[in-house]
């Protein structure tokens, strides 16, 4: 079993220079004391070796053949990297050069004349101070990340290797029950496939995966973490060894600004439901009061006429009469919808199933709206195929709904109304369709007290703004398809109302 990252000592790579580089001894035994060491005896190649190898160390002498090429490589060295460690053993003779020495910046100067016998020492001494200085630095800042996060490793396989207490905190696992377990113990059942799969694509390749993603505890409990899965590869060959994944726990974080949104959702929802219920109540109280003016003022006229009702024409009293009862109907209408749409969105609705004739059930609406059609000077035009389809449905709600979709296009549309009714053995289309300037929203025209002007214009609004929100409901109820959209006939609204005859058994 592969020992975890966190264990695994610091690579360090030294490259010696100069005169010292001809000693075997104690090359030999430089090679026992870092991870790396390179020989290069020629200042030309100093440059070249720091552009091919990650070099931590300069160490050695300015070299008596050719030292006036030394120190230029080695003030190149230092400008490529501003942190390579260089000390270097001078002779005497080369005290005249000692401005450029100190140009280098070096860590340390040595007398070679006084140190010679003392080179192996030194350099243990550099080895174990750039352990102390570097890596120790290095090593406390990258395991306090490590322990405020959830750290498990794995093998290419994803058999975990190592975890982190704070692993066994949040998953509520035992070390001895996850050691050598595939990581898919904690997987989230909820997390989709394609994310796992592009998560293997990633780090097999030798990429960082970063994700927030869920995952499950022992105890069923769910966390969401954000993650990050790093592909640790061998420095020669660039072979994948193994897999550190870093978590960091965003359970109440994700929790609060759920919270959060929630809040503002509904602290919006009742704003828009405040202003909804205010819009209601005028259109509402609009719509009552027209039909209501209308019964007063024709029975009050009535009224005042009985002693002498024989002088008023018996075709005037029959149209006052008629009048009075076309709004007391319309009044009746309009709070029968409003108690049927709260038992509606209570589910509260029972629904009289009957088999009926489509084609009798639209005539029958259309005759109804006849006198609306006249009152907004609209034609209506209805036409069908051969067919007289039946269905088993409410035939009372059905009609509810052809109402309602077809009284928006009268009071909508400019000229033209057209119904048209078609079936065959899967479905029957009831097509309704104006010519007026269309729906702009044809979504949110669905939801409860909401009314869309018309195309790009604002156009006076008709009606009480629940109409389609019925009949998205008593369409729910009824399993029946409705869709709006531009009428290409008319230029209008369509809205399409669909029954699928497969679906006749399951009413």
Known sequence: MAAHL?????????????????????VNAAKKLCDALHVNISACEIETMMEEKKIDLIFGSLSSRNEHLYLPALKRARERDAHVKIILFLQTDQLSMLDEILALKCERYLSMKHESEAVLDHFKECIKTFLDDSYLAERHYFQTLIDFSIVSQTDLDGNITYMNDNFLKVTGYEREELMGQNHRIIKHPQTAPEVFSDMWKTITQGEVWRAQIINRN??????????????????????????????????????????????????????????????????FTHELKTPLNAILNFSQYLYKHMPNIDEVPKAKRVYLLEQIYKSASSMLENVTNILDLGKLRHQKLHYNLTLFNVKEAILDVLEKHAALAIEHKRMLFFQSDESGPFITSDEYRFKQILSNILSNAIKYGNSIVEVFLASDSEKIEIVVQDDGKGIKDKEEVFELYTQSASGTGVIEKKGTGIGLHFVKLLCEGLKLEYKIEDSPLLGGAKFSLTKRLKEQKNV
């Open 6 to 26: 966190l264990d695994q000592p610091r690579l360090i790579s030294a490259l010696l220079i100069g005169e010292i580089a001809y000693d075997a001894v104690f």
């Open 218 to 283: 022992k105890d069923g409990s769910d966390f969401w973490a954000e993650t990050i899965i790093i592909p640790f590869k061998e420095q020669t060959n660039g072979k994948i060894l193994q897999y550190l994944a870093i978590r960091h726990d965003i359970t109440n974080f994700l929790q609060q600004e759920r919270a959060a949104n929630e809040i503002s959702r509904k602290a919006q929802e009742q704003e828009q439901l405040a202003e909804a219920k205010d819009a209601f109540l005028v259109l």
